[in-house]
């Protein structure tokens, strides 16, 4: 009996990360830091989850030092949420009509995301012109763990505070990443690949699709429904 749907954010339900990318390279331009991603940079450094993190493997890269990494992402955070704000970013098909029939069917909505949680204030307010608690029952996200995905800690966190196990639940992602850390918490994982991460790894996925307007609930409600792509 599937009892609720664990979402992930970025890249899931939205592809937010082109935004991502341009808050990272408007604030090192605001820093005076002659940084600056391009796609390729930033598909290399999405390896790495967590913007301060990602600051870091950047660093390292490119062996600088004596950055406040902690203000310099505040100040992304910041100009993403603005970003965010000004508006023209959807859903991803399908994303509204899921979480519209789970809500019909009592199946209960949560999220477990990596990404800071006043960016998922601003994409709910974004895309459901709403509080996230309005919108999702339970939000696990970023600095709340100490690991983040691939490591489960994210994922153990939403499912105690959904008070479910694993196997009532399942999780819907677009990363390798993503996936692992939803595996070793011992969810099954639908995996909708995005933009950055068309090209990765997706074994041990329940299910991979191109898009959640490609299945419907009942559908992910029946585990034996599940078919590899
Ligand atoms: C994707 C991430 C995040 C975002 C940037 O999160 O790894 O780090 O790229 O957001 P998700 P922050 O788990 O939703 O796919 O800068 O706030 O980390
Ligand atoms: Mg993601």
New binding site residues.
């Given amino acids: 009996m599937l009892e609720a749907l664990i979402f992930?954010?970025?890249?899931?339900l939205a592809e937010t990360?082109e935004l991502?990318r341009r808050a990272f390279n408007d604030s090192f331009a605001e820093w005076r830091l002659d940084w600056y991603w391009s796609r390729a940079d930033y598909t290399r450094l999405?390896k790495t989850?967590?913007?301060k993190e990602?600051i870091a493997a950047h660093m390292v890269e490119i062996g600088a030092s004596g950055v406040d990494i902690a203000a310099l992402?505040r100040a992304?955070?910041a100009r993403y949420t603005a970003l965010m704000e000004a508006g023209g970013l959807d859903l991803r098909p399908g994303v509204a009509a899921l979480m519209d029939d789970a809500r019909a069917q009592g199946v209960r909505l949560a999220i477990a995301?990596?990404?800071?949680r006043p960016?998922v204030e601003a994409l709910c307010a974004a895309c459901f012109d709403a509080p996230a608690s309005d919108v999702f029952e339970v939000i696990a996200a970023?600095d709340e763990v100490a690991a983040k995905?691939p490591a489960p800690d994210v994922y153990m966190l939403a499912l105690e505070r959904l008070g479910l196990p694993a196997r009532r639940c399942l999780a819907l992602e677009?990363?390798r990443n993503?996936l692992i850390s939803a595996m070793q918490a011992g969810l099954r994982v639908l995996v909708t690949p995005s933009a950055y991460t068309a090209s990765e790894d997706f074994t041990g996925a329940w299910r991979l699709i191109p898009s959640l307007a490609e299945t419907t609930l009942s559908a992910l409600a029946d585990p034996a429904a599940a078919i590899k792509e």
């Fill in positions: 992930d954010v970025d890249g899931t990360e991502h999405l989850t967590g913007g990602r992402h992304k955070t995301t990596t990404t800071s960016n970023g995905k677009d990363s993503g």
